[in-house]
């Protein structure tokens, strides 16, 4: 299993997270991040051997991309074409992960995951590890996430929710859970099972950055 983390956002992580983890989702400057962060960001993912993601959000700063955004999947496709392109004229881009709002709308609706699958130019998706879906899909990597509870159904549950974001002890055994049975303990104490070839930690989020040495061992061990 792979390790991925947000990055490029402005939480200043970047240099103590790359070491340790696979792929780098940088952001492309609409709802964090800038062009000379996306530059040291991409030439330290170069600098470790981490493979380099394109994360795009709905362009809202001030909610961070964390807020849904009444946009047409044509409107949405050209958005994140247009973002993408942003990392991509700076160099190789290997795959695409959405952000916040924009991951969880494309979750829920075929028409924009279909719509931001047709602005990714060939490039691997990353998306969420639902419940039953299959490890090789094409043009899809599944991720599952360390420090996030989940409901029942498989998604996140949201960050509104007190609970939502894991302390230090729920992060490790979500993550030996993850690795070890391919399951979660979701937020109401059933046992769900999440097929992931990723596993991210969020970069804006000083508990699992803190933990991404110790994260790693344990994906180096399974």
């Known amino acids: 299993m792979k390790l991925n983390c947000d990055l490029g956002e402005g939480a200043g992580h970047e240099a103590t ?3 340790f983890i696979d792929q ?7 709802h964090a991040g800038d062009l000379d962060l996306i530059r040291k960001t991409m030439a330290l993912a170069h600098q470790h051997g981490v493979s380099i993601g394109a994360h795009p959000g709905y362009p809202d700063r001030e909610h961070f991309g964390r807020v849904s955004m009444n946009l047409s999947p044509e409107e949405i496709s050209k958005m994140v074409a247009g973002q993408v392109g942003v990392l991509a004229q700076m160099g190789d881009v290997d795959y695409v992960k959405p952000h916040g ?11 924009l995951l279909s719509a931001i699958q047709s602005a990714v130019e060939g490039r691997m998706l990353m998306v969420q590890a639902l419940p039953g879906e299959g490890k090789k899909a094409p043009g899809l990597i599944f991720e599952a ?5 989940y409901t029942d159904s498989g998604e996140l549950l949201s960050r509104n929710e007190e609970g939502s974001i894991l302390n230090e002890d729920e992060t490790l055994q979500q993550v030996r859970l993850l690795v070890e049975k391919g399951i979660v303990r979701t937020v109401s104490g059933q046992w769900l099972e999440l097929q ?20 790693r061992g344990i994906l180096d061990n399974e």
């Open 17 to 19: 997270v790359m070491p």
């Open 24 to 30: 780098a989702n940088i952001a492309c400057g609409a």
């Open 101 to 111: 709002a924009l991951y969880h709308d494309m979750m829920r609706d075929e028409k």
């Open 145 to 149: 996430f360390a420090d996030r509870r």
């Open 196 to 215: 992931a070839q990723s596993l991210c930690v969020h970069g804006d989020n000083p508990v699992g950055v803190g933990l991404l040495p110790l994260i």
